[in-house]
T-cell receptor, first 114, second 108 residues
Framework: NAGVTQTPKFQVLKTGQSMTLQCAQD?????MYWYRQDPGMGLRLIYY???????DKGEVPNGYNVSRLNKREFSLRLESAAPSQTSVYFC?????????????FGQGTRLTVV | AQRVTQPEKLLSVFKGAPVELKCNYS??????LFWYVQYSRQRLQLLLR??SRESIKGFTADLNKGETSFHLKKPFAQEEDSAMYYC??????????FGEGTQLTVNP
């Protein structure tokens, strides 16, 4: 059982380049998320998808776009990368477990923008 | 708006000492509170949730609605407890909001 799989694990971009981070889950979860992790700032939500075909902005959506391709996949796109987007990106998925939500995370993508 | 605050970015204790990681939240309703942990070079994983009233790896956390806190405690810290700990909040099964995280180091 792979859980949540992110690709790539590492990436270096030049300012202005574009790229797409891929995420897939095999747990049949409805909800999927993209977070960025920065020192001293914790995990901040970029975008959220409650179900296939729906997406919502999180705390820090500027500079990003997302696509919920199907129930399994949720991609994050940087159209024109900036140094401020240097971060570790985590994809997660969740499903209601009775009365509460447990999230499962990917292994992360370490992105450096130079 | 819901918010989670972890006032300590870094916490260092000696092996065998008690440890408490603080978490405060602001939300007007009845939230669900969680602690997630990230060990070195591993992915985030759920440690415990308040609704289960469970003890995982010796850790417990009590939800104090009066103080809006959900502090994580362990009476005797172990070196393998060294990790980044995140407090998180959700309500009605909606998206998770995380705190800033506390890096715990347990020294030998």
């Amino acid at each position: 059982n792979a859980g949540v799989t992110q690709t790539p694990k590492f990436q270096v971009l030049k300012t202005g380049q574009s790229m797409t981070l891929q995420c897939a889950q095999d747990m049949n979860h409805n909800s999927m998320y993209w977070y960025r992790q920065d020192p001293g700032m914790g995990l901040r939500l970029i975008y959220y998808s409650a179900s296939e075909g729906t997406t919502d902005k999180g705390e820090v959506p500027n500079g990003y776009n997302v696509s919920r391709l199907n129930k399994r996949e949720f991609s994050l796109r940087l159209e024109s990368a900036a140094p401020s987007q240097t971060s570790v990106y985590f994809c997660a998925s969740s499903a209601l477990q009775g009365r509460y939500t447990e999230a499962f995370f990917g292994q992360g993508t370490r992105l450096t923008v130079v | 708006a819901q918010r989670v605050t972890q006032p300590e970015k870094l916490l260092s204790v000696f092996k065998g000492a008690p440890v408490e990681l603080k978490c405060n939240y602001s939300y007007s309703g009845s939230p669900e509170l969680f602690w997630y942990v990230q060990y070195s070079r591993q992915r985030l994983q759920l440690l415990l949730r308040h609704i289960s009233r469970e003890s995982i790896k010796g850790f417990t956390a009590d939800l104090n609605k009066g103080e809006t806190s959900f502090h994580l405690k362990k009476p005797f810290a172990q070196e393998e407890d060294s990790a980044m700990y995140y407090c998180a909040l959700s309500f009605s099964g909606s998206r998770l909001t995380f705190g800033e995280g506390t890096q715990l180091t347990v020294n030998p």
